[in-house]
């Protein structure tokens, strides 16, 4: 019976894979966002795929909520599960959310401080993949995790001062003579910034998560 009763309970490894599947969700997401701020005709395209990665994602957060509830032993303690979990889930959310506003405004060309913010989400979230994995033995890979999350928390500062460079370019730009390109382009920076701070969100919880267990 308690053979049985183990087979049918989710286990320990679950959770990490399911953390593993969804920053695959976020890595996806991130590539596809900074191939659309090239821009042009494969725009439309590249917004429907981060939509569906994070359709795809939110499955994965809703097995994992699932999956807390259904378990006795977890690998670390349940708030910290559901927190980085609806963490990466919000990274992703803002992603499809940049997405949603390039597709109202019918974008199709975007500024250079954009595709440089671009790049540091996906160095980000290639970060969070890359970090995420050490979970499952977080003491012995505690130096290189504070490292990845650490860098994270340098591009999210970096990305703060191309939002600022590309807003200054864009209202001594095209703001000058069209208030509304301005709005929509505004309106992109402070989209992709968001990204940057919720993939910043998921490095602190990580590294909070590590330091409970160190």
């Given at each position: 019976?308690?053979?049985?009763f183990k087979k049918i309970m989710p286990r320990e490894e679950a959770f990490f894979d399911l953390f593993e599947a969804h920053a695959a969700c976020v890595q996806n997401g991130a590539v596809a966002l900074r191939q659309l701020l090239e821009g042009g005709k494969e725009v439309p395209h590249l917004c429907a795929r981060i939509s569906e990665e994070e359709t795809k994602a939110d499955a994965i957060s809703?097995?994992?909520?699932?999956?807390?509830?259904?378990?006795?032993?977890?690998p670390?303690?349940?708030?910290?599960?559901q927190g980085l979990i609806t963490a990466m889930d919000d990274a992703l959310d803002q992603m499809n959310k940049t997405a949603k506003t390039i597709t109202l405004f019918d974008v199709t060309t975007f500024e250079d401080p954009m595709r440089e913010m671009g790049d540091l989400i996906?160095?980000?979230?290639?970060?969070?993949?890359?970090?995420?994995?050490?979970?499952?033995a977080m003491k012995t890979h505690a130096t290189a995790m504070l490292k990845a999350t650490g860098d994270i928390v340098q591009m999210e500062e970096e990305s703060d001062r191309m939002q600022e460079k590309g807003l200054k370019e864009l209202y001594k730009g095209v703001g000058r003579k069209?208030?509304?390109a301005f709005i929509i382009g505004s309106q992109i920076y402070e989209h992709l910034e968001k990204v940057s701070d919720r993939l910043e969100d998921v490095?602190?919880?990580l590294s909070s998560i590590?330091?409970?267990h160190l």
């Open positions: 019976m308690f053979e049985l809703h097995e994992v909520l699932q999956a807390i509830r259904k378990s006795f032993v977890t670390f303690d349940r708030s910290d599960i996906v160095r980000s979230a290639d970060q969070t993949a890359k970090a995420v994995p050490m979970l499952r069209d208030a509304m490095a602190n919880t590590l330091v409970e």
